[in-house]
């Protein structure tokens, strides 16, 4: 059993930046890939990135390649989403999620999930 919290968003303003936590309660985070995914107002959740257990595979959905940077630190149970250069459609609910089966960006591979932390990007 995994649980999940997500803490870090807020509004801020377009061309600016937020880090997302995702703290896992359990002993045994390390062993499961971790994924974010999102969701829109109106929008089915969509994948947003995604990190192996290894810290050593991450994967992106091609409108955040470039802007977004996961990253789990495994001593600290807690895994990132740093999101720079944010734009108004960057706007949504982002949640993580754990999975043990290898990092991917299907959410039905994904067991746990967090209630979800609200990113607004708006002038």
């Known amino acids: 059993q995994v649980q999940l919290v997500e803490s870090g968003g807020g509004l801020v303003q377009p061309g600016g930046s937020l880090r997302l936590s995702c703290a896992a309660s359990g002993r045994t985070f390390s062993r499961y890939a971790m994924g974010w995914f999102r969701r829109a107002p109106g929008k089915e959740r969509e994948f947003v990135a995604a990190i192996s257990w290894s810290v050593l595979n991450t994967i992106y959905a091609d409108s955040v390649k470039g802007r977004f940077t996961i990253s789990r630190d495994n001593a600290k149970n807690t895994v990132y989403l740093q999101m720079n250069s944010l734009k108004p459609e960057d706007t949504a609910v982002y949640y993580c999620?754990?999975?043990?089966?290898?990092?991917?960006?299907?959410?039905?591979?994904?067991?746990?999930w967090g209630q979800g932390t609200q990113v607004t990007v708006s002038s």
């Open positions: 999620a754990a999975s043990r089966d290898p990092y991917s960006s299907y959410q039905e591979n994904y067991k746990y």
